[in-house]
């Protein structure tokens, strides 16, 4: 759906704000946006950020983490983002030791947001890739950085006990509705279902701070 669409979606919710994070160039299947497609992004965010006086778009991307832990585009035009959520989407059988690995090289750069999906998983199709989730928790908290909890109901990732290990060395996490329609944006009620089982309360969730707080800690990572 459009920008636009997603973004009514989310003002008929009562949103007070609503990211976009398309997927970056390598993951060509969902139309990933190159450099220049990103930058064009922008431009209309910015415009139609203009226009709403009830809801703020915020300027992401969901950026690939590459097999050697650098992250798939640039960081000049990452730098022009409000935040980036970093995924990996690809190599999911590496060793626990390198598939830790690239994720804390990935936490290293500045522009790094969001760990998204962070165990990969795939309810009932995929397994969760081996990871050293004290450690991947350790470097975010390091970096001020936060982890994604997926209420997409076929992911749910992170599982309810990492939030707990997150909330208890001090990680607070993004819920994220996982949209790509409208529809999906009723996924939320999955992910707060899932923070709640995992013991997180208001204050342990990165997106329930008003929206001029979130800008200001998200320009405190860089």
């Not at 804390?104 to 199709?125: Q, S």
Request: charged residues 35%.
């Amino acid at each position: 759906m459009s920008i636009e669409e997603m973004a009514e979606g989310a003002r008929s919710r009562g949103y007070e704000y609503f990211a976009i994070t398309d997927h970056s160039r390598r993951v060509t299947v969902a139309g990933g946006l190159d450099v220049k497609e990103v930058r064009k992004q922008i431009e209309h965010i910015q415009s139609l950020n203009e226009k709403y006086d009830d809801l703020t778009l915020l300027k992401g991307i969901e950026v690939d983490i590459l097999e050697d832990g650098t992250l798939d585009l640039p960081d000049e035009i990452l730098k022009e983002l409000d935040l980036c959520v970093c995924a990996v989407h690809y190599n999911f059988n590496l060793t626990r030791k390198k598939q830790t690995e690239r994720i804390l090289r990935a936490m290293d750069n500045r522009y790094f947001t969001i760990l998204a999906h962070p165990t990969g998983r795939i309810i009932g199709e995929r397994d969760p890739y081996d990871l050293d989730m004290e450690k991947v928790l350790e470097a975010a908290r390091e970096h001020r950085s936060y982890i994604e909890l997926n209420a997409h109901p076929k992911r749910l990732d992170i599982a309810d006990y990492h939030c707990k290990q997150a909330k208890d060395m001090g990680v607070k996490v993004a819920i994220s509705s996982d949209s790509h329609t409208t529809g999906h944006l009723n996924n939320m009620k999955y992910g707060i279902g899932q923070a709640r089982r995992g013991w997180l309360e208001k204050d342990d969730v990165l997106n329930t701070l008003p929206v001029d707080d979130l800008v200001k800690v998200l320009k405190k990572k860089r």
